[in-house]
T-cell receptor, first 112, second 110 residues
Framework: NAGVTQTPKFQVLKTGQSMTLQCAQD?????MYWYRQDPGMGLRLIYY???????DKGEVPNGYNVSRLNKREFSLRLESAAPSQTSVYFC???????????FGPGTRLTVL | QKEVEQNSGPLSVPEGAIASLNCTYS??????FFWYRQYSGKSPELIMF????GDKEDGRFTAQLNKASQYVSLLIRDSQPSDSATYLC??????????FGSGTQLTVLP
């Protein structure tokens, strides 16, 4: 049982490049989330998927797109990376009634 | 106004002391409250949750909730250097979402 996995762990992009961050969970959870974490800003929700086939914007969705590929996988895409998207990205999932969220190990992204 | 507020710290306490971490929230309809611990360079991990007014104890950790005053706190008794981390308060707002505070950095001095 791996929990929540994310790839890659580290990535450096140039401005304007695109990339997809991958997330998968093996806990049979319905809901999945993408956050970004910047110094002093806590965790900010980018997008979430309450169930397979649905996605919704969070607090900071601009510049990102998501795909809920199936119940296990939820990907985050940056179409044209900008230096302001330099951050640590966490994927999380939840399936319980109290909404405890389980986090992946994170992806550290630098955009030059 | 941020929906979930925490003192950013840093908060320093000596080993063996009680560390007190506080969090206030703005949405009176909030139902569930969580404390996550995050070590530097790692992902957040859940240490406590509470949904009823009063205290909830788990080992050296006690979560306290006061819905009328809209605050939730975390007490760490007999603090250890291994407790040094950033503590994130999270509140269930709606639509199965959590809103996080910016975190309080705790340092336990040996």
């Amino acid at each position: 049982n791996a929990g929540v996995t994310q790839t890659p762990k580290f990535q450096v992009l140039k401005t304007g490049q695109s990339m997809t961050l991958q997330c998968a969970q093996d806990m049979n959870h319905n809901s999945m989330y993408w956050y970004r974490q910047d110094p002093g800003m806590g965790l900010r929700l980018i997008y979430y998927s309450a169930s397979e086939g649905t996605t919704d914007k969070g607090e900071v969705p601009n510049g990102y797109n998501v795909s809920r590929l199936n119940k296990r996988e939820f990907s985050l895409r940056l179409e044209s990376a900008a230096p302001s998207q330099t951050s640590v990205y966490f994927c999380a999932s939840t399936g319980g009634g109290l909404n405890e969220q389980f986090f992946g190990p994170g992806t550290r992204l630098t955009v030059l | 106004q941020k929906e979930v507020e925490q003192n950013s710290g840093p908060l320093s306490v000596p080993e063996g002391a009680i560390a007190s971490l506080n969090c206030t929230y703005s949405d009176r309809g909030s139902q569930s409250f969580f404390w996550y611990r995050q070590y530097s360079g790692k992902s957040p991990e859940l240490i406590m949750f509470i949904y009823s007014n009063g205290d909830k104890e788990d080992g050296r950790f006690t979560a306290q909730l006061n819905k009328a005053s809209q605050y939730v706190s975390l007490l760490i008794r007999d603090s250890q250097p291994s407790d040094s981390a950033t503590y994130l308060c999270a509140v269930r707002s709606s639509a199965r979402q959590l809103t996080f505070g910016s975190g309080t950095q705790l340092t336990v001095l040996p």
